[in-house]
């Protein structure tokens, strides 16, 4: 019987270091090349400090050289390989001077991280078609130029394409239709590409829930500002509904490393996109019930988060300190806009 007991121990033993051993490996990343857009702070700038603690040179692009200044010194103080590459992601023609640039001074490409967005935060009547025009040329044009142009050499090296998206790009929120309407679209690109493309390129698409990146502070509230940030910052920022942003960044590297094609981050995420699949109906009804109580159209008035939060009182700060903390501490520095680009379109009924 001992015979018996101890030979079954040993076969479940080897088998399970049978299994271990097939389990995909991490890639060795060390001296690739990785390139992170929005790269200059909050999520993206955490993706680069995990890419360049793995052994990466990293490229990091943004529109502001300030906040670019800033991330790269964040970076090299890390002992990271970084640079820094000021480029407007929404115009055609900078994603070129930026693609050949990369090639240029940097040789070929080994992973492409999307990541770049904007947060317009509003209800529909106070909206323009340049708002929806804006999220889809950030979120869904840029990464599609940015891939297709990178491609050819992502081939060669059997590179990496990760494509941050948001639960926002499952479940269409209320107040959030540009942000909503660029990532549903992102999220297609990415998918189907990765659909039709051969395996030497590893595609990664990335659906986060709510993370405490201090997002809040840069994003823009139109209508109502100060009632928008109410609930935008707190939501964003609540520690049950929410993930740490360094932990999501973690999880993100990681799963590109294993060769995963698929990252679902937090349970709230994955509740609401089973919910979405088993009873749409139901999901609906529901946004629509929040759509309901969320504030009403009152003008054109826009602001950015870190203006709208000077109003707040002590116990919203209180509510919404921990992703207060992660602003400061992951370059969340929101940089005003000129006025030409902060369009205040009229309220439609």
Same mark, same amino acid.
């Given at each position: 019987?001992?015979?018996?007991?101890?030979?079954?121990? #040993?076969?479940?033993?080897?088998?399970?270091?049978?299994?271990?051993?097939?389990? +995909?490996?991490? #890639?060795?990343?060390?001296? @690739?090349?990785?390139?992170?857009?929005?790269?200059?702070?909050?999520?993206? *700038?955490? /993706?680069?400090? =995990?890419? $360049?603690?793995?052994?990466? !040179?990293?490229?990091?692009?943004?529109?502001?050289?300030?906040?670019?200044?800033?991330?790269?010194?964040?970076?090299?103080?890390?002992?990271?390989?970084?640079?820094?590459?000021?480029?407007?992601?929404?115009?055609?023609? =900078? /994603?070129?001077?930026?693609?050949?640039?990369?090639?240029? =001074?940097?040789?070929? %490409?080994?992973?492409?991280?999307?990541?770049?967005?904007?947060?317009?935060?509003? &209800?529909?009547?106070?909206?323009?078609?340049?708002?929806?025009?804006? #999220? *889809?040329?950030?979120?869904?044009?840029? +990464?599609?130029?940015?891939?297709?142009?990178?491609?050819?050499?992502?081939?060669?090296?059997?590179?990496?394409?990760?494509?941050?998206?948001? /639960? $926002?790009?499952?479940?269409?929120?209320?107040?959030?239709?540009?942000?909503?309407? $660029?990532?549903?679209?992102?999220?297609?690109?990415?998918?189907?590409?990765?659909?039709?493309? &051969?395996?030497?390129?590893?595609?990664?698409?990335?659906?986060?829930?709510?993370?405490?990146?201090?997002?809040?502070?840069?994003? =823009?509230?139109?209508?109502?500002?100060? #009632?928008?940030?109410?609930?935008?910052?707190?939501?964003?920022?609540?520690?049950?509904?929410?993930?740490?942003?360094?932990?999501?960044?973690?999880?993100?590297? @990681?799963?590109?490393?294993?060769? !995963?094609?698929? /990252?679902?981050?937090?349970?709230?995420?994955?509740?609401?996109?089973?919910?979405?699949?088993?009873? &749409?109906? %139901?999901?609906?009804?529901?946004?629509?019930?929040?759509?309901?109580?969320?504030?009403?159209?009152?003008?054109?008035?826009?602001?950015?988060?870190?203006?709208?939060?000077?109003?707040?009182?002590?116990?919203? !700060?209180?509510?919404?300190? *921990?992703?207060?903390?992660?602003?400061?501490?992951?370059?969340?520095?929101?940089?005003?806009?000129?006025?030409?680009?902060? +369009?205040?379109?009229?309220?439609?009924?």
């Amino acid at each position: 019987m001992r015979w018996t007991t101890a030979a079954a121990a #040993a076969a479940t033993a080897a088998a399970a270091a049978t299994a271990w051993r097939a389990l +995909p490996r991490p #890639a060795d990343l060390t001296g @690739r090349t990785a390139l992170v857009t929005g790269g200059s702070r909050g999520l993206g *700038l955490l /993706i680069a400090r =995990e890419l $360049g603690a793995a052994g990466c !040179r990293v490229l990091v692009c943004a529109r502001s050289g300030d906040e670019l200044d800033t991330a790269v010194d964040d970076l090299r103080g890390r002992g990271i390989d970084a640079h820094g590459l000021a480029c407007d992601l929404r115009v055609e023609a =900078e /994603i070129a001077a930026l693609t050949a640039r990369v090639s240029g =001074e940097f040789g070929p %490409l080994d992973i492409l991280v999307n990541n770049a967005g904007v947060i317009r935060v509003g &209800p529909i009547a106070a909206l323009s078609e340049e708002d929806l025009a804006e #999220a *889809l040329d950030l979120m869904f044009w840029a +990464p599609y130029r940015l891939t297709r142009a990178f491609l050819p050499e992502l081939r060669e090296r059997s590179g990496n394409v990760v494509t941050v998206t948001s /639960i $926002g790009a499952k479940v269409s929120v209320p107040h959030l239709l540009p942000y909503s309407v $660029g990532k549903f679209a992102e999220a297609a690109l990415a998918e189907g590409m990765d659909a039709e493309t &051969p395996g030497d390129v590893r595609f990664t698409t990335v659906v986060p829930g709510l993370m405490r990146t201090g997002s809040h502070v840069g994003a =823009e509230f139109i209508s109502r500002p100060g #009632a928008e940030y109410a609930w935008f910052a707190l939501l964003s920022g609540l520690p049950v509904l929410s993930m740490d942003a360094e932990r999501a960044a973690r999880a993100i590297v @990681r799963g590109m490393r294993q060769g !995963r094609r698929y /990252i679902v981050l937090t349970p709230a995420a994955r509740v609401a996109m089973a919910a979405k699949g088993v009873a &749409p109906g %139901l999901v609906q009804t529901a946004l629509r019930a929040t759509g309901a109580v969320l504030p009403g159209a009152a003008g054109t008035e826009l602001e950015t988060g870190e203006q709208a939060r000077e109003r707040t009182g002590p116990v919203l !700060r209180l509510l919404t300190r *921990l992703n207060d903390t992660a602003s400061r501490r992951f370059n969340q520095v929101p940089r005003p806009r000129p006025e030409a680009e902060m +369009p205040r379109p009229e309220a439609r009924g």
